[in-house]
Each structure stands twice: as structure tokens, then as C-alpha cells.
T-cell receptor, first 113, second 115 residues
């Protein structure tokens, strides 16, 4: 089983739609979780951290389910500019160890007019 | 701030050639990383450094070498290039204090093809 697993998609949605992605992780001791966004042929950029209680940033909501070992990202009112690949990132250690960041392969989202 | 810069943007190598991928950051970050990203795969850590003069292997170090003589620069060296090293290479640096201490900042990447 991969350490961090994502549905590669693509998810094709119309503008204004709500879309959600999940990401599962295998290490139950994982402590820190993030969503990064990667535009086509560009570098990854931090979208948001994922907190235990769930957190929201504008149209984006991230949640953590420790019991089932997954995190989710919900995007409301999708915009054309949301088209990108969304990378799930997990840090398995209790303290950030420098080689511990584990990246999922990404979920591709295309928002159509 | 320019952030993290990488050169070259693209390169084609022949099997057995060598090259150095350059990475520079102007944010005074101590921690720097090299990743490779293959199509349909997550980023894999090649090498990392926690400060000038200190480097360590990541998940996929074979075929690569690094050095860190200054805080700003973290070059990645490929010796005897092989087709399996065809990939996109990203350099990153990390904040180590404050509320965003986990965030990694990535350079624009180097697309390398080995033929």
C-alpha cells in the first residue's frame, strides 16, 4: 500500500460546482497534513494546512479523519482558476524530521466554463 | 525576494554525461531539499541539507550528489546520466520558525531528459 494515496482523476466539473477530493495515508502515527496546489508545468505551492478540527480558507475546506486515516479537500463555487493538480502531503513523525514529508501523486481538477 | 531559483529550466543529456542543477534561495532558509517528480508519481526526496556544510540522503539518492558550501546555494550533481533520471527536479527550502514552519517553498523546476 502506498504511504499517501490519491485518486488521480481527472475531475472535470463546471464552474460553480462543489468538488471534493480524498487522500488516504497508511501511517497511523502521522501528525501533520497539508494540501499543495500544482499548476501545469509549475512548482507546488502550499494551499492550506489541515488541522484536527478541520479548517476553512474562503471557498476551501480541509478535514482530517484520523480513525479512517484520510484527509479531504472541499472546493465550493469552483472557478476556472482552480484548475490544477492538488497534492496531499503527510508528515508521519511527531516532530518534523527533514526527510519525512510524503507527497501523494496528486488529483487533477479541471473546471470548465 | 526572488525566492527559490533554479537553472537551467530544461536540459537534454546523453547517457553517461554529467551535469549540475543549480539552486539558490534568498530567504535565508537553513533547510533545503532536492526532489524529483516523475509522471503520475509523488515527489521523491533525493537529498536534503539542514545548513551549510551538512547534507544527507533522502529516499532516492543513488546517482546524485550534493554540496552545501553556503546557506544560499544547494547544487545537485548528476554523474553518468541514465534514462531513469529523466524527470522534473524541484529544489525547495523551508521556514524553520513561526506558525508556517512546515511550509516548503519550491523553485520552478528543471526538466531533464536523458537520451
Amino acid at each position: 500500500r502506498k504511504e499517501v494515496e490519491q485518486d488521480p482523476g481527472p475531475f472535470n466539473v463546471p464552474e460553480g460546482a462543489t468538488v471534493a477530493f480524498n487522500c488516504t495515508y497508511s501511517n497511523s502515527a502521522s501528525q501533520s497534513f497539508f494540501w499543495y496546489r500544482q499548476d501545469c508545468r509549475k512548482e507546488p505551492k502550499l494551499l492550506m494546512s489541515v488541522y484536527s478540527s478541520g479548517n476553512e480558507d474562503g471557498r476551501f475546506t480541509a478535514q482530517l479523519n484520523r480513525a479512517s486515516q484520510y484527509i479531504s479537500l472541499l472546493i465550493r463555487d469552483s472557478k476556472l482558476s482552480d484548475s490544477a493538480t492538488y497534492l496531499c502531503v503527510v508528515i508521519p513523525a511527531t516532530q518534523y524530521n527533514n526527510n519525512d514529508m510524503r507527497f501523494g501523486a496528486g488529483t487533477r481538477l479541471t473546471v470548465k466554463p | 525576494n526572488a525566492g527559490v531559483t533554479q537553472t537551467p529550466k530544461f536540459r537534454i543529456l546523453k547517457i553517461g554525461q554529467s551535469m549540475t542543477l543549480q539552486c539558490t534561495q534568498d530567504m535565508n532558509h537553513n533547510y533545503m531539499y532536492w526532489y524529483r517528480q516523475d509522471p503520475g508519481m509523488g515527489l521523491k526526496l533525493i537529498y536534503y541539507s539542514v545548513g551549510a556544510g551538512i547534507t544527507d540522503k533522502g529516499e532516492v539518492p543513488n546517482g546524485y550528489n550534493v554540496s552545501r558550501s553556503t546557506t544560499e546555494d544547494f547544487p545537485l550533481r548528476l554523474e553518468l546520466a541514465a534514462p531513469s533520471q529523466t524527470s522534473v527536479y524541484f529544489c525547495a527550502s523551508r521556514i524553520t520558525e513561526g506558525t508556517s514552519y512546515n511550509e516548503q517553498f519550491f523553485g520552478p523546476g528543471t526538466r531533464l531528459t536523458v537520451l
